[in-house]
């Protein structure tokens, strides 16, 4: 059972929006920053946001993060094929003194 | 280019002793901490801990805490994982990622006020069987 909750699964046709939310408390996503990661089939994961919204150059603006108290949010809009892949969301917690990742959210586009 | 290269797949079996290694590139490597991740089969992330190269100044997770332990020989930009004592719940892709740069000593020290990683290693499969 993760720390951080995320739905198992997403799902939405080529083109149109999905988010994906991360629920946490306060001794994690609610004082700490929270970071998103891409994980394609068969690859490592791939930093999408940091710092709850920040996006890393090379990250198209079709993807887009938030937070609001002890929850963080994921969108994608415009979706393709290609963002089919495994999300998941990372902060710290200070109850446990460590590192603390959602179970993951597997999208995919119909 | 910043680059992490992992070494490659292991198959060992209950008992052996491992380590794993992830060599950084592009970058000065002694200035930002390593992380290392584990994921089993089919499952999500899970943060195991991490260091800094530069003096080696590491910090676990309580739930790998004595399970591993985790070194660097920043003399050959590497970062190591190791067992001394292998079990087949060890099985699983193994992770190291950089953490994000860190402008003050304050953020230098307290991992959690700058937790995000990137690059990635590419991952080590481990396997461990009888």
């Known amino acids: 059972q993760s720390v951080l909750t995320q739905p198992p699964s997403v799902s939405a046709a080529p083109g149109q929006k999905v988010t994906i939310s991360c629920s946490g408390s306060?001794?994690?996503?609610?004082?700490?920053?929270v970071s998103w990661y891409q994980q394609l089939p068969g690859t490592a994961p791939k930093l999408l946001f940091y710092e709850n919204n920040k996006r890393p150059s090379g990250i198209p603006d079709r993807f887009s993060a938030s937070k609001s108290g002890t929850s963080a949010t994921l969108g994608i809009t415009g979706l393709q094929t290609g963002d089919e892949a495994d999300y998941y969301c990372g902060t710290w917690d200070n109850s446990l003194n460590e590192g603390v990742f959602g179970g993951g959210t597997k999208l995919t586009v119909l | 280019e910043v680059q992490l290269v992992q070494s490659g797949t292991e198959v060992k079996k209950p008992g052996e002793s491992l380590k794993i290694s992830c060599k950084g590139s592009?970058?000065?490597?002694?200035?930002?901490?390593i992380a290392w991740m584990r994921q089993m089969p089919g499952k999500g992330l899970e943060w195991m801990g991490i260091i800094y190269p530069g003096d080696s100044d590491t910090r676990y997770s309580p739930s790998f805490q004595g399970q591993v332990t985790i070194s660097a020989d920043k003399s050959i930009n590497t970062a190591y994982l190791q067992w001394s004592s292998l079990k087949a719940s060890d099985t699983a892709m193994y992770y190291c990622?950089?953490?994000?740069?860190?402008?003050?000593?304050?953020?230098?020290?307290?991992?959690?006020?700058?937790?995000?990683?990137?690059?990635w290693g590419q991952g080590t499969l481990v396997t461990v069987s009888s």
């Open positions: 592009g970058y000065i490597f002694s200035t930002y901490w």
């Open positions: 306060s001794s994690n996503i609610g004082n700490n920053y």
């Open positions: 990622a950089r953490r994000g740069y860190c402008s003050s000593a304050s953020c230098h020290r307290n991992i959690g006020s700058l937790f995000w990683f990137d690059p």
